[in-house]
């Protein structure tokens, strides 16, 4: 039971990986004024299987927890600063 929602959480994650690509290769179409809706119909049948696989991950008795949104917000999400040398 536990190999099959690894299994599962791998194909979840191998899967966000490519819907991430896809969504970057349609901001790239878009930017540039051309045609994306293959594309987005492909990133669509993604989202169909992920919702699959997320509610068979369920089914089996895997979940994952989300962040609330006070957790989110307590979050640093600001890149480092850079310190600049001092000058005497």
Same mark, same amino acid.
């Given at each position: 039971?536990?190999?099959?929602?690894?299994?599962?959480?791998?194909?979840?994650?191998?899967?966000?990986?490519?819907?991430?690509?896809?969504?970057?290769?349609?901001? #790239?179409?878009?930017?540039?004024?051309?045609?994306?809706?293959?594309?987005?119909?492909?990133?669509?049948?993604?989202?169909?299987?992920?919702?699959?696989?997320?509610?068979?991950? #369920?089914?089996?008795?895997?979940?994952?927890?989300?962040?609330?949104?006070?957790?989110?917000?307590?979050?640093?999400?600001?890149?480092?600063?850079?310190?600049?040398?001092?000058?005497?």
């Amino acid at each position: 039971m536990d190999n099959k929602i690894n299994e599962i959480r791998r194909k979840i994650s191998t899967l966000r990986a490519k819907m991430l690509d896809t969504e970057g290769s349609i901001r #790239d179409l878009i930017n540039r004024d051309l045609d994306c809706a293959e594309t987005s119909l492909g990133l669509m049948a993604m989202r169909r299987e992920m919702i699959s696989l997320i509610r068979e991950r #369920d089914v089996l008795g895997g979940s994952e927890q989300g962040a609330n949104i006070a957790e989110r917000l307590r979050g640093n999400y600001r890149p480092a600063r850079k310190v600049l040398g001092k000058w005497s």
